[in-house]
């Protein structure tokens, strides 16, 4: 099995800024890539970024998020900057994890709210 914690949400005004992580642990043979997703109240939930082979970001948070990779550490973090109201969410991890003669499975964490407001 494997598993993903996430940690590092929290409350911060507009403008600000906050960094998630989130560590792989358990049966793991290659990660493929990981990603961050989030949900808003009502909403779908939406990519936010993505590290692998390549790295996407949703155009809403161009230029202000970063993510990165500790692939020693299994561990991908979120740089947020810059912190808008329309970030607010639940932030979640999401990893692509197997290897080539199994395939690949997708796991995801718990979730991490992320609140901005003033």
């Known amino acids: 099995q494997v598993q993903l914690v996430e940690s590092g949400g929290g409350y911060v005004q507009p403008g600000g800024s906050l960094r998630l992580s989130c560590a792989a642990s358990?049966?793991?043979?290659?990660?493929?890539?990981m990603a961050w997703y989030r949900q808003a109240p009502e909403k779908q939930r939406e990519l936010v970024a993505r590290?692998?082979?390549?790295?996407i970001y949703a155009d809403s948070v161009k230029g202000r998020f970063t993510i990165s990779r500790d692939n020693a550490r299994n561990t991908v973090y979120l740089q947020m900057n810059n912190l808008k109201p329309e970030d607010t969410a639940v932030y979640y991890c999401?990893?692509?994890?197997?290897?080539?003669?199994?395939?690949?499975?997708?796991?995801w964490g718990q979730g991490t709210q992320v609140t901005i407001s003033s």
């Open positions: 999401y990893g692509r994890i197997g290897d080539h003669f199994n395939g690949f499975s997708n796991y």
């Open positions: 590290s692998g082979d390549i790295t």
């Open positions: 358990g049966n793991i043979s290659l990660i493929s890539y």
